[in-house]
């Protein structure tokens, strides 16, 4: 019997590579690739009563209406009663919705909560610490709904607000100097007198 050499062995190994690179064939046993669901018309609108705001980007739209339906299988039919339950009880604004009693209904009001809270973080499911798996689905981050009460006081922070590694620069001679604010002691009663700290 011959034995394999080494550089034979190498041999067979790149020949077997191109193999390896075939992505597999579906056959039985294997799930059919399911079918991602377009951005219905009324999403935007609906949308629109939920948050409360008439100027939602149009263009982020399909990416909520997609993030949701990545991190639920039953999104679409849930959004569906929703609908319903919303053209049954005439909600055109928040403030219709907030009257009108659906927030008692736990399964209709999570759709609602799900589509406000995307809008708002800009993403869908949550933010977990070092996480590889069970990421949230990415909707977009400036144009996050969070940022709207404080815009024109804060700048959206970002890893990089200056520039990168802005903060290891120290800071201006011409910048104002901040110094702790001195406390005097006005009382003249002892510890005992004044009570316990804890």
């Not at 039985?28 to 609108?45: E, K, N, V, Y």
């Not at 995307?118 to 969070?146: D, K």
């Not at 922070?157 to 604010?181: D, E, T």
Request: proline letters at 11%; a positive charge.
């Amino acid at each position: 019997m011959a034995q394999t050499t080494r550089r034979q062995f190498l041999g067979w190994g790149v020949a077997m590579l191109p193999l390896l690179a075939v992505p597999a064939l579906p056959g039985r046993g294997h799930a059919a690739p399911r079918l991602s669901l377009s951005c219905p018309q009324d999403f935007i609108h609906v949308s629109s009563v939920l948050t409360g705001h008439r100027d939602l980007d149009p263009a982020l739209a399909p990416r909520v209406w997609s993030g949701l339906v990545s991190k639920d299988d039953g999104f679409p039919a849930r959004y569906a009663m929703l609908c319903k339950a919303l053209a049954a009880h005439e909600i055109c604004s928040w403030p219709d919705y907030a009257a009108s009693g659906l927030k008692a209904h736990k399964a209709l009001h999570d759709v609602a909560v799900g589509i406000v809270g995307a809008w708002y973080l800009g993403r869908v499911g949550p933010m977990l610490p070092r996480s590889e798996t069970g990421t949230p689905a990415f909707i977009t981050y400036e144009g996050a709904m969070m940022w709207r009460p404080t815009l024109d006081v804060t700048v959206i922070p970002s890893y990089a607000r200056g520039g990168p590694g802005f903060w290891a620069l120290p800071p201006s001679p011409s910048a104002p100097v901040i110094s702790a604010p001195v406390i005097h002691e006005t009382t003249t009663l002892s510890p005992a007198q004044n009570g316990h700290l804890f």
